[in-house]
């Protein structure tokens, strides 16, 4: 197997142990083995030795799912022309960033986390494909919210994992046992209901699949916080010169549920519009005065009716007018800043410049923080890291 992943095996024999842990579990997903083996290649060249000195600091699999978390933001601000430098944990001799990046304009510091993929269907579709080669059912699967349910730690990744794993294991005892003459039926299991239906030909296929659980945004919300403000608190550590510099930090997310509207919502709050609901001629008309005596209270009386507002005008005096216009945290379109996100309501987050959500290893959607510390602000830098990522 290593020899078809030669970069990721070349750098990852600096560190036996984990080169093992690393190709037993991923034995068989080939999928992931070639996204880590490109995303190796990219760096190997001109990062060679960055990359050992990184992966000697690995030791755990969720260490190496950081890793390629980092890897894949240094890939990201090294295509559009930065020059990056892979950071060792002891960088600054203490709390330490993971990538220096230098532009000709802007010098910057990243510091980039993951959140897990807790997709059930993508974690046993390869294996039920290979189950039906050999048997002509058709396989609808229902999963259930124990497994079907986001996760977002690693913790609770690994246990989602287990019960995947013992589900499916459960299920090719009971389908070993059927026959082309079998009836439509099902096979129940822990987290996994598997709805069975004979078909002609071989091989079998996959149908569609269903689950009750929702996205569980409170959860969502809360564990991203928790990352988010540690990752804030990590540069008051650092020592004074390097505070001078953007500290930007990169949420790298294999889980499909997580997207920019969620992050949008978390980090700028809660922002109404006034709407009108058409129903008659008469109805419509009231409703437009009723809304404009509403709005004209909401402008001529900021401060009471939108939370922060002298903090508001201070960025946009410092340059953050026409973003803050476009958030509508400055109100317009009768639409307005009704409760505030994390980057006004949390104190530890005037340390951060900004977050960038990368999903699908490519898709990348930035968030700068008008708010943050003077010296790290991005205000002559929008348009590179809102329009260029």
Not at 311 to 325: R, S, V, Y
Not at 377 to 385: A, D, G, M, P, R
């Amino acid at each position: 197997m290593t020899s078809r992943f030669k970069n990721l095996a070349d750098i990852l024999n600096s560190n036996p142990g984990l080169r093992d842990k690393v190709f037993q579990e991923f034995e068989g997903k080939n999928a992931s083995l070639s996204i880590f083996d490109e995303l190796f290649s990219f760096f190997i060249h001109d990062h060679k030795d960055e990359l050992i000195a990184k992966i000697k600091d690995t030791n755990t699999l969720p260490l190496f799912c950081s890793l390629i978390a980092e890897l894949n933001s240094a890939r990201i601000f090294a295509r559009k022309g930065c020059e990056i430098k892979l950071l060792t944990n002891n960088y600054f001799r203490g709390p330490s960033p993971d990538i220096l990046c230098k532009c000709p304009e802007l010098t910057f510091y990243v510091e980039s986390t993951s959140l897990s993929d807790s997709s059930p269907l993508a974690k046993i579709y390869d294996e039920l494909r290979e189950l039906l080669r050999t048997k002509p059912f058709e396989v609808n699967v229902n999963f259930h919210e124990n497994v079907s349910q986001p996760r977002f730690s690693g913790e609770e990744h690994t246990e989602q994992e287990t019960l995947l794993e013992k589900s499916l294991d459960q299920f090719k005892k009971d389908f070993e046992q059927l026959i082309p003459e079998s009836p439509r039926r099902e096979i129940k299991t822990e987290g996994i209901t598997f709805f069975l239906t004979p078909t002609k030909e071989k091989p079998g296929c996959l149908g569609g699949y269903s689950s009750g659980s929702k996205f569980p945004k409170e959860i969502f919300e809360k564990f991203v916080t928790v990352l988010l403000l540690k990752k804030a608190k990590k540069r008051e550590n650092f020592f004074d010169s390097a505070r001078n510099y953007p500290y930007i930090v990169t949420f790298v997310s294999r889980n499909i549920l997580v997207d920019a509207i969620d992050f949008h919502r978390l980090l700028y709050g809660f922002i109404p519009r006034l709407s009108i609901l058409p129903i008659d001629q008469e109805t419509d008309r009231r409703a437009r005065i009723f809304r404009e005596e509403e709005w004209n209270v909401i402008i001529r009386d900021k401060q009471n009716y939108i939370p922060r507002w002298q903090d508001i005008e201070a960025a946009a005096k410092n340059g953050w007018t026409d973003f803050l216009t476009k958030i509508h945290y400055i109100p317009n379109d009768y639409t307005y800043l009704g409760k505030e996100g994390l980057f006004l309501s949390e104190p530890l987050m005037k340390n951060v410049s900004g977050i960038l959500l990368v999903r699908k290893s490519m898709e990348s959607h930035f968030f700068p923080n008008p708010f943050c510390d003077p010296e790290i602000s991005l205000v002559n830098h929008q348009e590179f890291f809102i329009s260029a990522l």
